[in-house]
């Protein structure tokens, strides 16, 4: 089971400054001011450049400052700390900029000023926001709602609505949040404030998001753009940028989140918005996080962090930190992941979030899920649970709800677990979640596996099978066809210009004859001119007259052709043209085919990682064996993400059983077959008590299953099994196995190899004759090695040959007389040598125990 990664959606506080002039206009004004005019003009610099670059805005702001000090005026002071808090806020230097709003509120004790009051409580909610000190937030913002009704300021009003919601927002309250934003919406309209508007589209988007409801917080978000478009203000396009990369992020087009948030960040790194820029950071990070792209999504996420802890933004570092947890569980560092996770609790905790302790809870719940410590689990995605059914977030609710099947099923409740599947199912379907989809559809699996319901847990399953291959298929033609369009439009560009050579080379030629033509013109006048002395050249003159003629006519049907010959280069030269628009075209739509396809690989690889998840909760737990035989190992290597191999142990005070498949082929389609042999042998082996009996029973309980889901007996699946029963009181071994041996080693260097019978578990000739037992006594220091075909099928890199039974059980011998944990390591290094550069044909199954009775 995988754990979540979340986003940090942007939330944004109105401020009280508005943009009503350019800056450069206002800048002109400077060389011409003197006195106080000079303190007017620089804060009303800060004020435009608050929505052009926060750098620039804070350092008008405090030359403002400093020239208001020395005219000692107590109004002109009050509004430049006022914007120099503003300011640093914006950049994020929340410590300065509480001192500046602390310096104002002490002049405002002197001197009232209701006005400036409601900008220093703005000024010192913003920043207490930020900090995730909510309370003293709410408190400033109530302060200011009783100023702005007593000087009837309609704008100030709806700036405190609008604020309050933002802190709700924070505190995983949404309902209220929206009733004032849309308090403050209305009181916008009246007034026809664009800007002001646009905040509370933005707001309300991201409360209707945050429900799930996208298709509502795109119509708002949308909204919101065009309006702050209209204003021109920078700083809520980045917001609001930033906020619609979420939504495709959440709905699975990466490609097209990515292009928003890097619009965002654009903006956000010119206004030099270090809020702004961390926020973005951090979900681009998710986005290669989801690509599984691990060292790029943690350089992210490490920028990020940077930011956010400069500005002591602990809600934000806590959700980075919990990302990073994410990570180093998703590449199976499951220490690490604890240790992030516990971190980013701790840390959410103190500050109170809600958001964020539903996402670590949820987190903390999967790891120990992963772990098979189920009581900690369900503790914990409980917790997330209560939070996330308080706030309402139903994304979070719907993943939330598939842990929990998952845990309930692992535990026995498939009753509950169902529930659980149906209420995620319902909520995916309803907000269009695709990946919350095909969760649900592998959830569905588990349960029905665990409910002994094979086909319906086959048909689940299966259908995975199909989509995947039908999306490699996609992939390699689409691929296929990328290149085939390249190679046809380099080709076509070879042609045309190829082809506008020859057109120069057919003009300049025609050139050539028209000057021949103008040099015998000349010739004729200078002969004609001297007929009257040189009579005797009249018949030189008649006949090179008649070859002009002759010359002329070749010319001009020569010319004709080539005009010709032109116009129809230039008429395959347009469409040579054309086609090459046309594969230019197509060649784009193949790289978003390609794109997608590569976006749909992820997904499925995450499913498929998924399913292993299942499968690894059905299978025996290696810890179990190693405990109970004190000496013992797995070797489990799958030829992909999930195996076709299994193996099964179980005990009680008289017998011990240790049994390991091999079901035919590998990935997807074997792994289902191996659950589905687990599920049968588990429940088998408590109603038999020898091995050939349990044999007979899982061979007729297996055809059957799979007769229910083909509808025929026509079946090529089936399973090779070796399945050993040791008897504690007589310390004797009854075997019988399925084309699988099992081998002995003893203290004294012999080797025994029990062989099996020749037909697997499933269809066969020989599917009426019954399975054979054979029995061996145990002495004192006897191990045991049961093994699948991967390792002794497996060629090498250099002659191609098979290893062989004979050279494994030599592998054996060869370590016999260490430790099996020593073992292990020895026999992983004898295949990854003998393999050396050849592709791994088939999954790897070998166990190894210790008999010390």
Known sequence: MRIVVFTYCLLFSFGLFSQTERADSIQNLLGHSQGKEKVNIY??????????????????????????????????????????????????????????????????????EPDQQITVNNNFGLIFTELGKYELALFRYKQNIIIANNINSSEDLSVSYSNIGIVYEYLGEPDTALVYYFKALEIDKKSKDIRGQAFCYNSIGIIYEFKGNYDDAMRYYEKSIQLFTQCNYKIGIESVLHNCGI???????????????????????????????AATLVNIGEVYSFWRKFDEALAYYKK?????????????????????????????FSDSAFYYMEKAREMYEKINSFEGRAGVYHNLGTLYLNRKEYDKAKTYLHKSEEVLIKTGERRGLGILFISLSEVYASTGDYKKALEYVDKSAEISDRIENRKGQKNVTLAYSFIYFKMEEYEKAFGYLVDYGHWKDSVFNAESTKQFSELRAIYESEKRDKEITLLNNNIELQNLSINNEKS?????????????????????????????????????????????????QKEEIVSQRDEIEAQRDLMTEQRDIANEQKDLIEHQNIEITDSIRYTRGIQNALLGSENDMISYFEDAF?????KEIVSGDFYLFSSNERNSVLALGDATGHGVPAAFLCMLGTALLNDIIKQFDMPDKILNEFRRKFIEALERKEGNTEQRD?????????????????????????IITRKNGETLVLNPDKMPIGMHRLVDQPFTMKTEKI???????????GMTDQFDSENKTKMGLERFKSAIEHYSDIPLSDQKSGLIKFYNEWKGDYKQIDDVLVAGVKLNF
């Open 634 to 638: 797995i070797i489990n290597l799958p």
């Open 779 to 789: 002495l004192p220091g006897d191990t045991l090695y049961l093994f699948s075909d």
């Open 718 to 742: 089936g399973i090779d099994l070796a399945l050993v029963m040791i008897n504690h009181e007589t310390r004797e071994i009854y075997y019988s196995g399925a084309k699988r041996p099992v």
């Open 247 to 277: 939504i495709f992020t959440v709905r699975g087009d990466y490609k097209r989140a990515i292009e928003y948030y890097n619009r965002s960040l654009a903006i956000a790194e010119e206004l030099g918005s270090k809020e702004g820029i």
């Open 43 to 112: 804060l009303k610099l800060a004020e435009e450049y608050a929505n052009i670059n926060f750098e620039k805005a804070l350092d008008y702001a405090q030359k403002g400052l400093s020239l208001a000090r020395k005219f000692k005026d107590s109004r002109l002071i009050k509004e430049a700390l006022n914007s120099c808090s503003y300011c640093c806020y914006n950049l994020g230097e929340y410590e300065k900029g509480l001192d500046y709003s602390e310096e104002s509120e002490k002049l405002l004790k002197k001197h009232p």
């Open 516 to 564: 021949i033509e103008n040099r015998y013109r000349i010739i004729l006048a200078f002969i004609l001119g001297g007929l009257l002395v040189f009579s005797a050249f009249a018949v030189f003159i008649i006949r090179l007259n008649r070859q002009k003629r002759i010359l002329n006519k070749a010319l001009a049907i020569q010319n004709e052709e080539l005009m010709q």
């Open 304 to 332: 990020s962090l940077a930011l956010n802890h400069e500005m002591g933004r602990t809600d934000a570092e806590a959700l980075i930190i919990m990302n990073i947890g994410s990570i180093f569980d998703r590449r199976g």
